[in-house]
């Protein structure tokens, strides 16, 4: 059985989502501040995290960071606010999905589903052609997956990323060299259903970035096509990795 962890500070809200949830066979637990939702990740471990923004004791999105720092587990805004600008700094927050009220409940259930499943599962595809690629890796590729853990395994050190980043990362090492296109990219991690935009899918290699490269200002690893999308590369030059080193 799935858990599901409700924070949420309307109590009629709370109570007709865990409701729903039960009936649909999911363990769910309710916590109207964010105080309590932030122990009950830790106590309950969640498999998702549906969020409110507007929680009484702390900024919803500070609490969505907060999450993010401790757990990889797949989270949910939902909030009054519809604006794009709302929804890119949930991204920029470690959210993966943000749903505006009110919603469709059946819609609510299809992403809870959705965004677990993807979170569990590795995509049968990648996984085959992560397994065809696994022959040729060598130590020194710079970036790998630890599929149990869903981290990300740079240059050794093993780094946190959110359920988009992962999926995001793991279609590129599945495909090294392959172009892909900002549409192809949101295809892949979904997870913004609502508002899967250029801009979300920027916002997501920026973060990886940040999280893989020596300087992220100036990327080796993942590279723009301009006009078109982005590729990852892992056997840049001597050079390169030199030039690196003295940046």
Not at 73 to 91: C, D, F, N, W, Y
Not at 106 to 113: G, I, N, S
Not at 120 to 142: C, F, K
Not at 222 to 241: H, L, M, P
């Amino acid at each position: 059985m799935y858990k599901v962890l409700v924070i949420e500070d309307d109590v009629m809200m709370s109570d007709m989502l865990s409701m729903y949830l039960s009936e649909e066979g999911y363990s769910v637990r309710q916590a109207v501040l964010a105080g309590d939702g932030l122990r009950e990740v830790k106590e309950f471990e969640p498999d998702i995290v549906l969020l409110d923004l507007l929680l009484p004791d702390l900024d919803g999105m500070e609490v969505c960071s907060l999450i993010r720092e401790r757990s990889n587990v797949p989270i949910m805004i939902l909030s009054t606010k519809s604006e794009v600008s709302e929804r890119v700094q949930a991204l920029k927050a470690g959210a993966d999905d943000y749903m505006c009220k009110p919603f469709s409940m059946h819609e609510l259930t299809a992403r809870v589903e959705a965004l677990i499943r993807r979170s569990q599962v590795l995509v049968p595809e990648a996984a085959a052609a992560l397994d065809m690629n696994a022959e040729s890796e060598t130590v020194n590729d710079p970036i790998q997956l630890d599929f149990e853990r869903r981290l990300l395994l740079v240059r050794g050190d093993l780094v946190e990323t959110t359920f988009s980043e992962y999926e995001m990362m793991k279609l590129f090492l599945a495909h090294p060299g392959k172009v892909f296109s900002r549409e192809e990219l949101i295809n892949a991690i979904r997870g913004f259903d609502s508002f899967v935009t250029d801009r979300a899918i920027d916002v997501h290699i920026v973060n990886l970035r940040k999280k893989i490269e020596h300087n992220p200002k100036e990327p080796r690893l993942i590279r723009t096509v301009w006009g078109f999308g982005y590729k990852y590369t892992a056997d840049y030059s001597e050079a390169d990795k030199d030039a690196e080193t003295v940046e």
